[in-house]
């Protein structure tokens, strides 16, 4: 079974760009998940789908930050514009359901802002 | 301050037992986890305790649960180099996971 994919795995951006992460979760999985994981810190939660609908993006900072999951399957975080303390590990994670322990992460992208 | 909090590193050595420790703060929360985070790597569950037990043997992994001190633990029983990585606690919150600032362990040879 494929791992939870996500794409790129590094970027490199400077401060007022755009970026954009993407997602592929577990086949079959409901739930979607993205954290941010900034350097010496757990994740945090930034927002989270069931299928195609927000379950929950309380921590997401909406003025810069959006996320979609059009068709309920692969997904795209996006940043616009970045700040530097943007600069953090984006990592996705998906779930069967909302049974949380069994949420499955991807390899993370490493975003660094200048 | 944190909700979950963990003690920064710990350091043992190979063939002995590892305890990290952490405490987390809702006495409502349902599951509590322990991830595994190696370099460059996504995080893995390792295992998980429902809260109305005191304690989880999962192989060389042991989880006990004070519910009364909010205080959760893992053993690792004949630590191995190949344990080496960061140790995340985390509690469920409703519908999500609040995780721990993590626990770095090395395990010297």
């Known amino acids: 079974e494929a791992g939870v994919a996500q794409s790129p795995r590094y970027k490199i951006i400077e401060k007022r760009q755009s970026v954009a992460f993407w997602c592929n979760p577990i086949?079959?999985?409901?739930?979607l998940y993205w954290y941010q994981q900034i350097l010496g810190q757990g994740p945090k939660l930034l927002i989270q789908?069931?299928?195609?609908?927000?379950?929950?993006d309380s921590q997401l900072p909406k003025d810069r930050f959006s996320a979609e999951r059009l068709k309920g399957v692969d997904s795209t975080l996006k940043i616009q514009p970045a700040k530097l303390e943007d600069s953090a590990v984006y990592l996705c994670?998906?779930?069967?359901?909302?049974?949380?322990?069994?949420?499955?992460f991807g390899p993370g992208t490493r975003l660094l802002v200048l | 301050g944190e909700d979950v909090e963990q003690s920064l590193f710990l350091s043992v050595r190979e063939g002995d037992s590892s305890v990290i420790n952490c405490t987390y703060t809702?006495?409502?929360?349902?599951?509590l986890y322990w991830y595994k985070q190696e370099p460059g790597a996504g995080l893995q569950l390792l295992t998980y305790?429902?809260?109305?037990?005191d304690m989880k043997q999962d192989q060389r992994l042991t989880v006990l649960l004070n519910k009364k001190d909010k205080h959760l633990s893992l053993r690792i029983a004949d630590t191995q180099t190949g344990d080496s990585a960061i140790y995340f606690c985390?509690?469920?919150?409703?519908?999500?996971?609040?995780f721990g600032a993590g626990t770095i362990l090395r395990v010297k040879s």
């Open positions: 994670a998906s779930s069967l359901d909302l049974r949380h322990y069994e949420q499955y």
């Open positions: 809702d006495s409502s929360s349902t599951y």
């Open positions: 985390a509690e469920s919150k409703g519908n999500k996971l609040v």
């Open positions: 789908f069931q299928n195609n609908g927000v379950v929950d």
């Open positions: 305790i429902f809260s109305n037990m």
């Open positions: 086949s079959g999985h409901a739930t």
